[in-house]
């Protein structure tokens, strides 16, 4: 494999923590692997919801951590949940100096949304439902003026190099169909920020690129993963047969949109006192048992927003549009669909890998906040806070101030995953690693991934099985059902508190190796 040697700080991703921590490493140089032109393809440019921070003066920042950790099902750490919130605002504040245009009353201040299991209205949002890409533009533009600053545009990671325990490069190739043969880049330091794994599910919100690439890049490395059965399925994705599906944002559910069947019954009265904001986790199990028993259900927001739906919530109504639905004469329907990955690459407060000279920030990483059910929007917080917690550290550690340009020469040579190998692994997520889990469905999905697995020398699908085998061997160790993890063969939590999970690949692989033999 050919090597390049470069001075710069390596980051994997283009997404919100990306962009963040390449701002605030400058003047360090830094080079930035994105797979898709910039604001293309990553999750962060999807997000409709907002960024959670207690703005209002009746709010604070001690009520935003505790619904954090009562929403996390008891495994969230209290540090962390502490550190992310206590400086939300300023990183509010600072995204409005950088241009975001935050959605603002006529007196100057932030307009707030209340989202599902928090307790106050503390959502920011950008022209409704497009926080995500708004932020993103305003986040592209300040990168694209900072010099040292370079973005390898049509790139993507497939294997990290390792001696000693320490990250030395990182395995780069082009991310079009052909590929190509990988470069070995070697830098000052890695930072990953590559996006989590909810396009491993073939019922996803989540960008075709977002298949847990880089959490199971680092797991193939070594590096331990905490969490990894613990993903979240939005409650809400429109059912309309699009891959990925659209969403329905929860805000809608804030303003007062329902949910009902194909009866008209209102359900979610009959299951949480908070109706349809009850915590996510709740809602998209009783979506998922309505779809199930063929109840069609639906999310209608006829009375509660009307016609304003088409003003007020722009790419929900885009949406809606090109599916031949009107929103303000019928309900919408959904499904619950993979959304967030709150499992990732174990990271401590200063965002450091177990894995020495790689940082993670993002949904790639675990950090202890979102325990077993994240907090509607503390995703893009997160993905703040640590992106400049990890800029900070890498720049403790990295002196160099300049460092010429990359000019690479990809080679001929590259596989892709094939597709439809892709396809099964997606459909085996779903159908056997979703909403409701149990043990033989688990043990099935692991045996079905280690045949995929076996049959592919593909350096990215490699990569998507290790992920998946690290959810499936999770999800069949954790015997108890607590958050987002469903299990109907142990429908109870455990006694006493949560406890995190955590793996390596490799007690993962005998996981698997196991539950092979039991189905022989």
């Not at 299951?271 to 199990?285: K, S």
């Not at 907090?375 to 917080?381: C, H, K, P, R, V």
């Not at 997606?426 to 697995?453: K, P, Q, S, W, Y």
Request: one cysteine or more; charged letters at 20%.
């Amino acid at each position: 494999m050919k090597t390049v040697t470069t001075d710069r700080i390596v980051i994997v991703g283009a997404g919100l923590g990306a962009l963040y921590a390449a701002l605030k490493l400058a003047p360090r140089p830094v080079v930035m692997i994105s797979p898709e032109p910039l604001g293309e393809g990553a999750s962060s440019a999807w997000a409709q919801g907002g960024v959670a921070a207690a703005m209002d003066a009746k709010d604070s920042p001690q009520s935003h951590a505790a619904d954090t950790e009562r929403a996390g099902a008891g495994t969230v750490d209290p540090v962390v949940a502490d550190l992310v919130t206590r400086e939300a605002r300023e990183y509010i504040f600072d995204l409005t100096t950088l241009g975001t245009p935050f959605d603002r009353t006529p007196d100057g201040g932030y307009v707030l949304s209340r989202e599902a299991a928090h307790s106050f209205a503390r959502v920011v949002r950008v022209k409704g439902d497009q926080a995500g890409a708004e932020i993103m533009a305003a986040l592209i533009e300040q990168v694209r003026e900072t010099p040292s600053i370079q973005v390898l545009e049509g790139t993507m990671a497939v294997d990290l190099e390792v001696s000693d325990d320490r990250i030395t490069g990182v395995a780069i190739q082009k991310s079009d169909e052909n590929r190509s043969a990988p470069i070995m880049l070697r830098g000052a330091a890695f930072l990953l920020a590559g996006g989590g794994s909810g396009g491993l599910y073939a019922l996803t919100t989540n960008p075709h690129r977002i298949r847990g690439q880089v959490i199971g890049m680092a797991a193939r490395a070594g590096a331990e993963i905490s969490d990894a059965e613990f993903v979240q399925f939005h409650p809400t994705a429109m059912d309309v047969g699009e891959d990925p599906a659209p969403l329905a944002t929860e805000a809608l559910r804030g303003e007062g949109a329902i949910l009902i069947n194909k009866d008209g019954h209102r359900f979610m009265t009959d299951i949480h006192a908070d109706a349809e904001l009850a915590p996510r986790d709740v809602v998209a199990r009783a979506i998922y048992a309505q779809k199930q028993a063929g109840n069609r259900p639906m999310l209608d927001t006829r009375a509660a927003l009307g016609e304003k739906i088409k003003t007020q919530f722009p790419s929900v109504a885009e949406y809606c549009a090109r599916n031949g639905i009107d929103p303000a004469q019928e309900p919408i329907p959904v499904a619950p669909a993979a959304h967030y990955h709150m499992g990732g690459i174990t990271t401590d407060t200063k965002g450091r890998s177990t894995l020495e000279n790689l940082w993670v920030c993002g949904e790639a990483s675990s950090t202890g906040l979102h325990g077993a059910n994240r907090l509607a929007s503390n995703g893009l917080l997160e993905a703040l806070v640590f992106a400049r917690v990890c800029a900070l550290n890498i720049a403790d550690k990295v002196s160099c101030n300049e460092a010429a340009p990359l000019d690479l020469m990809f080679e001929e040579g590259g596989e892709a995953p094939d597709a439809e190998a892709v396809a099964t692994l997606r459909n085996t997520m779903t159908d056997l690693v979703g909403v409701v889990r149990n043990g033989d469905d688990l043990r099935r999905a692991l045996h079905t991934i280690a045949a995929l697995e076996a049959a592919s020398t593909s350096r990215a699908f490699l990569n998507m099985c290790a992920t998946a085998t690290l959810i499936a061997a999770a999800a069949l160790k954790r015997e108890e059902s607590r958050g987002a993890h469903e299990r109907s063969d142990f429908p109870e939590p455990l006694p006493g508190p949560g406890k995190r999970s955590r793996l390596m690949l490799t007690t993962a692989l005998a996981i698997r190796a196991q539950a092979c033999k039991d189905l022989s």
